[in-house]
């Protein structure tokens, strides 16, 4: 019951390299996860081995053709109801965390398409795929690193692929907001030192210093992430603390 991956895509050498180091290699090696790798230029079929042609209505850049796709499809993975085949494009849904746990719990093989030229024949979108995701609002060059991204993402949900350890810390407190400061050793480096609090051994400061922190941040860096947060009335307490510092620097300035 392992999670597979297939990766179409004419530079199949990038996927490898990145999947073969560190934790996605170890899962790899553990059969807790699988990637497939094609090459969609194995599936040309004219001797040049051809996967791009002029747009048609003119434009700049080359289209991607929609037969490679078709026979690629149809020779590896012919029954629909198997397959979960996601597209990455600018175009898409735009990935994030809770997409990360729906393609954790999928149970179908998720196939990604990368595209690189200019764009991809529509055609594949309309009988090929099913979901389109977009791993950010900037153009790449191609679709390789997106399925990275999202595999990488994905992988570390499966129970097993990382230590079994941290898998619940995001889960019970700080999904939703974002992450508060670390440190490890020294204690004093280069004239900086680590907050008091942290060496208190009090767990329960601890806990309010963090939780503050990953609230400064958020209002700080990602205040839409913030509204959508549901605040206890502890919470909304740290958030006033936030503000009034905030006030005061403001009246100084
Ligand atoms: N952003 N999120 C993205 C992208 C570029 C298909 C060739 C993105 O997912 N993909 O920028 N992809 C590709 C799109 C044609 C260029």
Redesign the pocket.
């Known amino acids: 019951m392992s999670k597979k991956f297939h990766v179409v895509t004419i530079f199949p050498e990038m996927l490898k390299a990145y999947l073969g180091f560190s934790i996605l290699k170890r899962a790899i090696q553990s059969n807790l996860l699988s990637v497939g790798i094609h090459n969609l230029r194995d599936y040309a079929p004219d001797k040049h081995k051809t996967v791009d042609d002029y747009p048609y209505g003119g434009g700049a850049g080359m289209v991607?053709k929609p037969d490679p796709f078709f026979r690629i499809v149809e020779s590896l993975w012919p029954e629909k109801e198997k397959r979960k085949i996601i597209?990455?494009?600018?175009q898409?849904r735009l990935?994030n965390q809770d997409a990360a746990c729906e393609l954790a719990r999928e149970d179908k093989d998720i196939i990604f398409f990368?595209?690189?030229?200019?764009?991809?024949d529509q055609r594949v979108s309309d009988n090929l795929v099913n979901e389109e995701?977009?791993?950010?609002?900037?153009?790449?060059?191609?679709?390789e690193?997106?399925a990275l991204v999202i595999i990488d993402a994905v992988a570390r949900l499966i129970p097993g692929v990382l230590g079994d350890f941290c898998s619940t810390k995001e889960e019970s407190f700080s999904w939703g907001l974002l992450d508060y400061p670390h440190y490890t050793r020294p204690e004093h480096y280069r004239g900086m030192s680590v907050p008091g609090v942290l060496l208190s051994g009090n767990h329960s400061a601890i806990n309010r210093w963090r939780k503050k922190q990953a609230i400064k941040a958020t209002l700080e860096n990602r205040p839409d992430l913030l509204e959508k947060y549901v605040l206890s009335d502890s919470d909304r307490e740290l958030l006033e603390e936030i503000k009034e510092v905030s006030n005061e620097l403001d009246r100084s300035n």
Do not use: N, Q
């Open positions: 991607m597209l990455l494009s600018p898409g990935f990368c595209g690189r030229y200019e764009a991809i995701f977009s791993v950010g609002d900037y153009i790449l060059t191609g679709g690193l997106p």
